[in-house]
């Protein structure tokens, strides 16, 4: 059995205990969460590690290393989509696990300390807020997110306690950056670049910036059959003039990628034309300057749109994350660790959003890639072999011998 074997059957054995439909729903706080803790702190205890659960219901497997050194972070999020893959996340703990059971196995001392971290939501599905933990660790949390409410209203401050977290213990979670080494995450591609380069890993030279707005179209409603078609004020089709219009601007201006993905309706009927439509905006780039610039350009173009139509127009950005470089040193390191296997790794941007991101806060980050298949995530076919999974252990093992505390 491999290590890309066991990753492999660990991995499927996790994404039993919750699939209810097709794929994985793994939301935090929840059953499935609590039930996935279990199964990891087995991971993390067949690698010799001592398991604690923080107040941000971080699951945290320490090695201590030699007297004074610092610590290096492992880490992703336990969490999913709905209906999501079984490697987004997940698949990162259980590599930094098992590099660090390989060590132990082969009797090699790690040359730091070192955490393998569980974070509890990046995905922020189940509440409108995502990355407490990396943020708590990083002392950059906006306490003020533990009254947001899931959709039944429980808020996140109660749904921690139900965990058996206390929100009173964030605070405290801050770690100190000069402790720090850096912050490596293993994840999969997502994308189906890897796959096309025949290439099992590749190094991230950076992680995109988001942004999200919320927008508003209000005209008139009235009768479906008797307003004329001239005299109306249809929120719908100026919503609809404008997604169009944003996926064309997005397909030929360079490094921006602009989804809406939901739209909600008033007062949704087949016979009454609508007043009212409220849709987001998602705006994703490495270049920070690029997507401010294109955010500014949509605004402008909603507001032309409500005009020629005599409705009003309103924008408002909800969540704004800047893009963030990885480390050079680390990188290089990690590149070198993936010799073995390929002798000049590709180095590709990331345009998922990762825990990683919020972790540049506090520490230099480094992220590895693991080939995708088809480039599918959040999606129920989400799939990454178990050989290029045990190429991954086996670079996180060399990249860590190659630190020094
Ligand atoms: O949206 C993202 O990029 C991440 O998967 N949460
Ligand atoms: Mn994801
Ligand atoms: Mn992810
Ligand atoms: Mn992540």
Not at 195 to 219: Q, S, Y
Not at 249 to 278: F, H, K, M, Q
Request: hydrophobic share 45%.
């Amino acid at each position: 059995m491999t290590y890309g074997d066991i990753a492999q059957r660990r991995l499927a054995g996790i994404a039993t205990c919750s699939e209810g439909g097709a794929g994985v729903t793994r939301l935090p706080f929840t059953e499935e969460h609590l039930r996935a803790l279990t199964e990891i702190r087995g991971w993390m205890e067949a690698a010799g590690l001592q398991v604690r659960l923080d107040a941000a219901g971080t699951l945290i497997g320490r090695l201590e290393g030699p007297p004074g050194s610092r610590t290096l972070l492992i880490g992703s999020h336990q969490d999913s989509v709905r209906s999501g893959g079984r490697y987004d996340g997940i698949m990162g703990i259980a590599l930094g696990c098992l590099a660090l059971e390989k060590l132990r196995t082969e009797g090699a001392a790690a040359p730091c300390s070192v955490e393998v971290l569980a974070f509890a939501d990046e995905e922020g599905v189940r509440f409108p807020t995502a990355l407490l933990g990396p943020r708590a660790l990083a002392g950059t949390m906006d306490l003020s997110v533990l009254d947001l409410a899931d959709g039944d209203g429980v808020t996140l401050r109660d749904a921690l306690a139900g965990f058996g977290c206390d929100p009173a213990g964030l605070v405290a979670l801050r770690r100190e950056r000069s402790d720090l080494l850096g912050y490596l995450e293993a994840h999969i591609e997502q994308g189906p670049v890897l796959e096309g380069a025949n290439a099992a890993l590749g190094v991230v030279t950076g992680i995109c910036g988001i942004e999200r707005n919320t927008l508003r179209f209000t005209g008139e409603t009235g009768h479906a059959g008797t307003v004329p078609m001239a005299a109306r004020r249809d929120a719908l089709v100026a919503a609809a003039r404008f997604v169009i219009a944003v996926s064309e601007e997005a397909g030929w201006t360079a490094n921006i990628r602009a989804t809406v993905g939901t739209l909600t309706i008033s007062p949704n009927a087949v016979n009454a034309i609508p007043d009212i439509t409220v849709l987001p905006l998602e705006v994703r780039s490495v270049d920070d300057r690029a997507r401010a610039d294109f955010a500014a350009r949509m605004r402008g173009l909603g507001e032309e749109i409500a005009s020629a139509a005599g409705l009003s127009f309103e924008m408002t950005r909800t969540y704004v994350q800047d893009a963030v470089g990885c480390d050079a040193d680390l990188s290089d390191r990690l590149a070198k660790a993936i010799a073995p296997v390929d002798r000049a790794p590709l180095r590709l941007p990331s345009g998922a959003t990762h825990d990683a991101s919020a972790m540049s806060d506090i520490c230099p980050i480094a992220m590895l890639f693991v080939r995708c298949r088809a480039g599918l995530s959040h999606h129920p076919d989400e799939y990454a072999s178990a050989a290029d999974m045990g190429a991954a252990v086996d670079a996180i093992a060399a990249f860590l011998s190659t630190l020094d505390g």
